[in-house]
């Protein structure tokens, strides 16, 4: 257990939808990111928070956004849902940026 | 640009023997590499990094080899057991630190009995 908790584990949603996904990061660790992992596409870093800011971005859709929190949690926003978006998504943290990143075991979202 | 590399995408050995997983990475100035070990269902995990000023790095059965004249990057699991059986990713980081972790492709290393 990483210590990095995500919710939901799993989301069924249609397209055109918006979804919403939860993260934790381990306690006392102030960065949070986002990945996408998908079958074609491998892991691909989305965008980085530390402490409530945005601190560097990846190829992150328009569609899609972040915030992070005063409690350090995060989300990730997903919207005008399209079939290719069905992936799991991962929430990492670290200490301080640039330290180790620790995964949660991820969301896995379908869209239909 | 950034990318990393895998050379082999599939790995299969004999529990209790040695293995290495390879990775080649092509920006020189990546200063941070961290292997990762992802099992069906889960996220990665964390099993060992290294910085650039560095060339070897040992862990719990686990070795990390950094060879930045050719950037190669390898793992070396001792002693397979059947719990190694996943996938494993290299990723590495452009400095000032791991912001952007980019991730290869991935390696499943499949333990046979």
């Known amino acids: 257990d990483s210590g990095v908790t995500q919710t939901p584990k799993h989301l069924i949603t249609a397209t055109g939808q918006r979804v919403t996904l939860r993260c934790s990061p381990r306690?006392?660790?102030?960065?949070v990111y986002w990945y996408q992992q998908s079958l074609d596409q491998g892991l691909q870093f989305l965008i980085q928070y530390y402490n409530g800011e945005e601190r560097a971005k990846g190829n992150i859709l328009e569609r899609f956004s972040a915030q992070q929190f005063p409690d350090l949690h995060s989300e990730l926003n997903l919207s005008s849902l399209e079939l290719g978006d069905s992936a799991l998504y991962f929430c990492?943290?670290?200490?301080?940026?640039?330290?180790?990143?620790?995964f949660g075991e991820g969301s896995w979202l379908t869209v239909v | 640009g950034e990318s990393v590399g895998l050379h082999l995408p599939t790995l299969s050995v004999q529990e209790g023997d040695n293995s290495i997983i390879n990775c080649a990475y092509s920006n020189s100035a990546s200063d941070y590499f961290i292997w990762y070990k992802q099992e069906s269902g889960k996220g990665p995990q964390f099993i060992i990094d290294i910085r650039s000023n560095m060339d070897k790095r040992q862990g719990q059965r686990v070795t990390v080899l950094l060879n930045k004249t050719v950037k190669h990057l390898s793992l070396q699991i001792a002693a397979t057991q059947p719990g190694d059986s996943a996938v494993y990713f290299c990723a590495e980081a452009l400095p000032p630190g791991a912001q952007k972790l980019v991730f290869g492709q991935g390696t499943r290393l499949t333990i046979n009995p």
């Open positions: 306690s006392g660790d102030l960065s």
């Open positions: 990492a943290s670290s200490a301080l940026s640039g330290n180790t990143i620790y």
